[in-house]
């Protein structure tokens, strides 16, 4: 298995969401970019999984952050696959640094998991931690509205969080949940067809804040749904 294949595995098995809303991507040079993108967000999250000693997660993430900014200072990316692919797919779109830094920021957040103090605080760290990669993929298919889906963002950050750090108990962080994507949905719809894969796994909102997210099957399914009628 290549380098690129490897990582594609990778994110089928920590992120099968956007994994499969990868595959709508036509353009086989544009998916391997995306793929690069979730594979870097997946590798930040690992970090958090990976110790429970603040101070080592502090150490890993500022890795990570030191290497981003040596591949905008024009350095060799460092010798890890994510970090080599980020760095082609940097190249080749032309992507920004500051939603890769926010990123990691949102992990450093993440450390402590403290509850979220209201809903200002909440849609502060979902900026950062779905509304930056959803802003890069959009970036990556040759769509420039990211700022139009920062709703979108914070649905997705709803529908995945602990319960525990949402300022709402349950019933109400899934009203705000389903009001944030409908929120979205325009945005959605003006996007280009080619465009739309970077934002069909937000399809997959409804059911993970009902707590019903369908199989495997059931999931490209809905996908695919969304993908044909441009809607999520």
């Not at 990868?22 to 958090?48: G, M, P, T």
């Not at 979108?152 to 109400?172: H, S």
């Not at 280009?192 to 199989?215: D, N, S, T």
Request: glycine content about 6%; some cysteine; overall charge neutral.
């Amino acid at each position: 298995m290549d380098a690129a294949d490897s990582l594609d595995e990778q994110v089928r098995r920590a992120d099968p969401d956007r994994w499969l809303s990868s595959r709508f991507v036509a353009d086989v040079e544009a998916r391997a970019d995306l793929i690069a993108l979730y594979a870097f967000d997946q590798e930040l999250s690992h970090v958090l999984s990976a110790t429970r000693e603040p101070m080592m997660a502090e150490i890993r993430l500022t890795w990570w952050r030191e290497a981003v900014d040596e591949i905008f200072a024009g350095k060799p990316a460092r010798g890890h696959p994510a970090l080599q692919a980020l760095a082609l797919a940097i190249r080749r779109r032309n992507l920004a640094q500051a939603p890769l830094d926010a990123m990691i920021e949102a992990r450093f957040d993440d450390i402590e998991a403290a509850p979220f103090t209201g809903e200002a605080a909440l849609a502060a760290y979902a900026d950062r931690l779905c509304g930056a990669p959803l802003s890069l993929a959009l970036a990556v298919l040759g769509e420039g509205e990211g700022a139009a889906f920062r709703p979108a963002a914070q649905a997705w950050a709803i529908a995945r969080l602990p319960g525990e750090r949402l300022p709402w108990d349950a019933q109400e962080a899934r009203r705000r949940g389903l009001v944030a994507l409908a929120e979205a949905r325009p945005a959605a719809r003006r996007l280009k067809a080619a465009a739309f894969p970077a934002v069909a796994h937000l399809a997959l909102v409804v059911p993970r804040l009902k707590g019903r997210l369908p199989g495997p099957l059931g999931a490209r399914l809905r996908l695919t749904l969304a993908v044909l009628s441009g809607r999520i």
